[in-house]
């Protein structure tokens, strides 16, 4: 009867206790660290397999992004601009940027540069010309916009930054 009793009062003491891999770490890792250290932390085992059949990596992908600016000229002979962006090709882009020129009353409607996955600023100089800064950093995009500018001009005002950067799609 005794042995009865020291069996059960064993099994109640482990019954209770969650199992840890080594280290406590979840189950697919190891203990990382530690020693004189002074920390200790997990990392995974290489190639294990949580039987979960779950992928954690992302979802979705980076899509492209194409925007044209396009130069007309209006009645009063003065340059004008237009522009498309987040457009998924070239020739939406530059299709469309035409069209908004023409649809603004300019004339001779004629691409200036296309761009992908940027920024593209355009900026006025003091001499009614029109400069334009392209870069992945908007900053950057500016600062070659007012250079080029500067060449000519004393004064340069930023008319606008367009932002066709490529999108994220789930």
């Given at each position: 009867m005794r042995i009865f009793f020291k069996i059960g009062i064993l099994i109640?003491?482990?019954?209770?206790?969650s199992a840890y891999?080594?280290?406590?770490?979840?189950?697919?890792?190891?203990?990382t660290g530690g020693g004189n250290a002074?920390?200790?932390?997990?990392a995974p085992i290489p190639g294990y397999d949580?039987?979960?059949?779950?992928?954690?990596?992302p979802r979705g992908h980076w899509e492209d992004s194409y925007g044209t600016l396009v130069f007309g000229d209006a009645d009063d002979g003065t340059l004008r601009y237009s522009y498309s962006y987040n457009y998924e090709n070239e020739k939406t882009a530059i299709r469309r940027a035409l069209k908004e020129c023409?649809?603004?009353g300019n004339k001779n409607c004629r691409e200036e540069v296309t761009f992908r996955n940027?920024?593209?600023?355009?900026v006025d100089g003091e001499n009614g010309s029109?400069?334009?800064?392209?870069?992945k950093n908007e900053s950057k995009a500016k600062m070659l916009a007012i250079g080029e500018c500067q060449k000519s001009n004393k004064d340069c005002i930023v008319l606008r930054s367009i932002d066709s950067r490529a999108v994220w799609v789930n």
């Open positions: 109640s003491l482990f019954w209770g206790f891999a080594e280290g406590n770490c979840p189950a697919g890792s190891y203990p002074g920390w200790v932390g997990c949580s039987g979960q059949g779950q992928d954690n990596g023409k649809d603004g940027s920024y593209l600023v355009v029109i400069y334009w800064g392209n870069d």
